[in-house]
């Protein structure tokens, strides 16, 4: 089993540029999450899904929108990016022995 | 909304010293998890606690569960090289969503 992927590892936008973030999951996860991590912030949540074809926000959605149309894939989007969007985000799913989330390797993405 | 606050910020500690992280919610847990990030890594799930009062311990990790479910504490014994990393608590209150604190980093010096 691969685990949790994310595509890409790393990306260098521009403001107002626009692009997608890719998570995979092979281990058949209802619930998908994506953080993002920033120095001395912790992990915060932007959205979440708790199934196909559903989405919900988290703590820090504004600015983001994600889609849930394969159970196995969970997609970031930022339409217009802003610097402060400049951080690493982390895709997880969460495993069913204790409830605990499985994180990809992350993309650290920079805006300029 | 809930919060869960966890200090230090940082650690820095002589190899073989002793280090402790402690996360504190604002609200009752349903539960509490430990996450440990390598630098330039990915958290990785370390450990569950449930029950009020509760204490696991995972070779020189040592893992509490307040009474209350509000606190928890990760206490690890005689640190090495290989512990270096960030730790995260992260509390659970009923929702599909766990809160993270802002984590421990640890650093230890040979």
């Known amino acids: 089993n691969a685990g949790v992927t994310q595509t890409p590892k790393f990306r260098v936008l521009k403001t107002g540029q626009s692009m997608t973030l890719l998570c995979a999951q092979d281990?058949?996860?209802?619930?998908m999450y994506w953080y993002r991590q920033d120095p001395g912030m912790g992990l915060r949540l932007i959205h979440y899904s708790v199934g196909e074809g559903t989405t919900a926000k988290g703590e820090v959605p504004d600015g983001y929108n994600v889609s849930r149309l394969k159970k196995q894939n969970f997609l970031l989007g930022l339409e217009s990016a802003a610097p402060s969007q400049t951080s690493v985000y982390f895709c997880?799913?969460?495993?069913?022995?204790?409830?605990?989330?499985?994180f990809g390797p992350g993309t650290r993405l920079t805006v300029l | 909304g809930q919060q869960v606050m966890q200090i230090p910020q940082y650690q820095h500690v002589q190899e073989g010293e002793d280090f402790t992280t402690y996360c504190n919610s604002s609200?009752?847990?349903?539960?509490i998890q430990w996450y440990k990030q390598r630098p330039g890594g990915h958290p990785v799930f370390l450990i569950q606690l449930v029950k009020s009062g509760e204490v696991k311990k995972q070779k020189r990790l040592t893992f509490q569960f307040g009474e209350a479910k509000k606190n928890s504490s990760l206490h690890i014994t005689a640190t090495q090289t290989t512990d270096v990393g960030t730790y995260f608590c992260a509390g659970r209150a009923g929702s599909y969503q766990l809160t993270f604190g802002k984590g421990t980093k640890l650093s230890v010096i040979p």
């Open positions: 609200t009752t847990l349903s539960n």
């Open positions: 997880a799913s969460r495993g069913t022995a204790y409830n605990e989330q499985f």
């Open positions: 281990m058949n996860h209802e619930y």
